[in-house]
């Protein structure tokens, strides 16, 4: 597994069901390297490779696009290629930053990509890459606005940590209004992970897999707040989705059809903050 020191890399290993995981830190193993990469996977000869690993700081995205492409794209579609060759299942991540948000129902796996800045464009590339190198070894599983223990350090921390670390110097805060989402806790996703990854129905292609239920980042902020009770003054705040020049989806809410179709559901993002947060 790659991504250890993530927070979804961390929740995957805490909730493991019992694999034997084998799971190097970026300088033992940075999926850049592609050659790298192939010697690792030979000398392990997994039964899964799960890649966690991404360039998904989004506005650095837009200012180092070639990085962008080579972590989220091209070295995706190797991971695959190796993966596909050594008859290795192939399991990545993607984003809700696919999608371009026009609409006001949840995206289903099969609606077409329309990515508004390079990280989105990178991640469906991404997808496209993996998908077109091992058709039938891939699994892409697209997620959105994740938080959990580790705290995503390429971030700078997570959203809900962020708000907490706020609360401790503002009275008043202003949070967007504009995008609606499906906040996501790894502990959940990771779970869902696990049981997608062992059903016996699994096939290759594109999943979602996110908190059921979706809220603005505006409304997640009162939540957090109300449930740990603290007072902070939450207004809302409509930048119509744009951070400076750059475009952000005004709706990017995932609709988790394949999994359910298999059983496999996550609990509203309202349980998993109060589950994150050891809210009563
Ligand atoms: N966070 C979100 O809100 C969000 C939303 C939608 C989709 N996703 C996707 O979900 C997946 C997991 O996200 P996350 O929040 O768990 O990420 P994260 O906390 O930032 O963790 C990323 C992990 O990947 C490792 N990594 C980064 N670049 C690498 C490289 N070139 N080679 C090897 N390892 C590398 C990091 O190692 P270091 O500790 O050494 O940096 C870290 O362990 C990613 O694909 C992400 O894009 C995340």
Known sequence: MIGKTGQLGGDLIRNNPGHDIFAPSRDVLDIGNHERVETIIADQRPAAVIN????????LCET???????INCVAVGN??????????LFVTFSTDYVFGGERRTP???????????????????GEFAALAAAPRHSVVIRTCGLYGRSGAGSKGGNFVDKRLTD?????????????????????????????LLSHPGLTPGIYHLVNEG???????????????GLQVEVAPVDRGGMSGEMRRPLYSVLANTRARGMGITLPHW???LMQYLGAP
């Open 107 to 125: 995206y289903r796996e099969d609606d077409c990509p329309e990515p508004l800045q390079m990280y989105g464009i990178s991640r469906a590339a």
């Open 64 to 70: 180092e696009p070639l990085s962008a492409f080579q």
């Open 167 to 195: 609360a401790k110097t503002c009275t008043r805060l202003e949070m967007g209004c504009d995008q609606v989402v499906s906040p996501t806790s790894t502990d959940d996703l990771s779970k869902a992970v696990w049981q």
């Open 52 to 59: 966690t690993a991404a360039f998904h700081n989004v506005p």
């Open 79 to 88: 991971l695959a290629r190796v993966c596909g060759r050594m008859g290795i």
């Open 214 to 228: 979706e809220c603005s980042w505006y409304q997640f902020t009162k939540a957090i707040y109300e449930l740990s």
């Open 270 to 272: 309202r349980d998993g």
